[in-house]
């Protein structure tokens, strides 16, 4: 049993509460063997809160009403409660309510991460078009708190089976590919996968996969020059890392030939998260790499077509918050090797 000092501080924030959000929240929460190794911190309310617990029938899930971090409960639940108001809670519809009430949330973890009251960060998910307002004009999570915490993200989504797939372009029109990917961008993608690999995950030298952009990765110019690009900006990555592509998509999954790397970069959303969700959909989890904060999130969306009917799985999200324990662990390794690597060094002659 982990020592209380020693526990890992995750905060979650509920996302849309018409989706299934909170459901594969306390589905989570209500195995009692997580609070062995990890706090959790729930930013909801106990209104909101209590009318999942109903629908779900989890009345042995407690929890522990925070309202000051030094009242930190290891052995429960904790709950920061984000607003007091009893709010009109329909499963399975978009409504203004569910956007209001997903940044309500989101916003109070995302401020308590950033006063390094929580450690890391595990998001539900949010719908796009309804959590849009004067404070939050961004297309998802990945871009809000790359601006909040300064930084240009990498939405690198991970599976417990290795696999790792990161994107060049996310949440952008498919129109717009082609004139976004410039080799500046490439590279600055691939120095933040290889330095996430190294940092967050514990592989000293990464082996990276690159993938093209057109159907057989251009044909040598035949169908399109941008993969000649995307092989410019290969070449030119100096970093500790084996770097390898353009790979034409298809024949890369296909083949499993991702299996003998330690991440891909795909060039746009759907080139990298459709196969993904194909391998891992059950146990897949979204990544904010490339911040000095932890962030992770399940790999699906809001389901508003299977909310409130109590059958969503609680896996993908389960995985984000295991996920976010690793790589907190893994920044703490590689943050102790940083500042003693004569001690390590002297450790690992010994073994």
């Known amino acids: 049993m982990t020592n209380d000092s020693q526990k890992i501080i995750i905060g979650i924030s509920q996302g849309d509460v018409n989706g299934i959000g909170l459901e594969v929240i306390l589905k989570t929460l209500a ?3 997580l609070i062995e190794i990890c706090t959790p911190v729930v930013f909801s309310s106990q209104k909101t809160i209590g009318y999942y617990k109903k629908q779900l029938a989890l009345d042995d899930l407690n929890y522990h009403l925070l309202k000051d971090f030094n009242q930190l409960n290891h052995k429960k639940v904790n709950l920061v409660s984000c607003y007091e108001e009893e709010i009109s809670i329909e499963p399975g519809k978009q409504t203004e309510v569910g956007g209001k009430y997903a940044f309500l949330s989101l916003k109070a973890a995302a401020e308590a991460l950033s006063e390094n009251k929580i450690h890391a960060l595990v998001t539900a998910p949010i719908n796009k078009k309804n959590i849009q307002s004067a404070e939050f004009n961004f297309v998802g999570h990945t871009e809000y708190l790359g601006s909040k915490f300064g930084g240009t993200p990498l939405m690198l989504m991970c599976s417990d089976r290795g696999l790792r797939v990161a994107l060049a372009t996310d949440h952008l029109p498919l129109k717009d590919v082609s004139a976004k990917l410039t080799k500046e961008l490439l590279i600055e993608k691939l120095t933040k996968l290889i330095k996430s690999l190294q940092v967050d995950f514990g592989i000293r030298k990464p082996k990276l996969a690159v993938l093209g952009i057109n159907p057989h990765a251009g044909d040598n110019g035949a169908i399109g020059i941008e993969d ?3 092989g410019e900006a290969i070449k030119s990555i100096h970093a500790d890392a084996l770097v390898f592509g353009p790979y034409p998509a298809d024949g890369f999954f296909g083949s499993s030939q991702y299996t003998q790397f330690d991440g891909v970069l795909a060039m746009y959303h759907d080139q990298g998260l ?18 000095s904060v932890i962030r992770t999130s399940p790999d699906h969306g809001t389901a508003y077509d299977i909310a409130g009917k109590g059958i969503a799985s609680e896996e993908s999200f389960k995985q984000a918050i295991y996920t976010a324990i690793d790589v907190f662990r893994a920044r703490k390794l590689n943050a102790e090797i940083t500042s003693n690597p004569l001690q390590f060094s002297t450790i690992k002659k010994e073994r």
């Open 31 to 33: 195995d009692h063997s």
């Open 228 to 230: 000649a690009l995307i």
């Open 274 to 291: 459709i196969p993904f969700k194909t391998i891992a959909f059950n146990s897949g989890v979204n990544f904010t790499a490339g911040l």
